[in-house]
């Protein structure tokens, strides 16, 4: 397996549908905002190529010192086939430090993603937070990188320098404010 990231649009319709159907609405921006965001510098989408096949997308934004691996799916006949974690280690290897937010761990997928995301090299922060309505934890590659709540604001703010665009990201999720609550206050408010 030797893949190579591909941030064109020669593969946009494959990595649009891939991203409709791999996100739940309520965790996802307009395809064409991501598509726009990563024609700047600050963010790519990729389409992940493997020998000419398409096998999956990430998006992810460089927030300085760090990057928010804001989205990664894989095709959904290949899941379960180690694509995943040879993705991971690929972007660990390029980007060192890697964040990422996964719905909190309630149920039977969202307890597999989590562990997934341990097994391939990511650590517990016991960050949580909540945005439009859902619950997230945070995970990171690297265990002395301090999650705060500044840092978490720029896996927004640095999407884009377009105004415009800048506006509809914080339209549609919470850009301004993390307010990070410890695990037990979570669990006594649901």
Known sequence: ?????????????????????????????????????????????????????????????????????????VEEELRNKKYGSKILEDLKEKYKTLFLSIDEPTDEISIRRKNFYLKNGFYDTNKYYEDTGVWYEVLCTNSQYEITENNMMKRYTNMTSNIELARVISNTFNVNTINFKEKEYIEGER
Do not use: Q, W
Request: aromatic share 18%; net charge negative; charged share 30%.
């Open 1 to 73: 397996m030797n893949y190579t990231y591909i941030n064109d649009l020669k593969y946009k319709d494959k990595l649009e549908e891939l991203y409709l159907s791999a996100f739940p609405k309520e965790e996802r921006f307009p395809f064409d905002i991501l598509e726009d965001c990563s024609k700047e510098d600050n963010s790519d989408l990729y389409a992940i190529i493997d020998d000419d096949k398409f096998i999956g997308m990430c998006y992810i934004v460089n927030c300085e010192g760090a990057y928010y691996l804001m989205y990664l799916a």
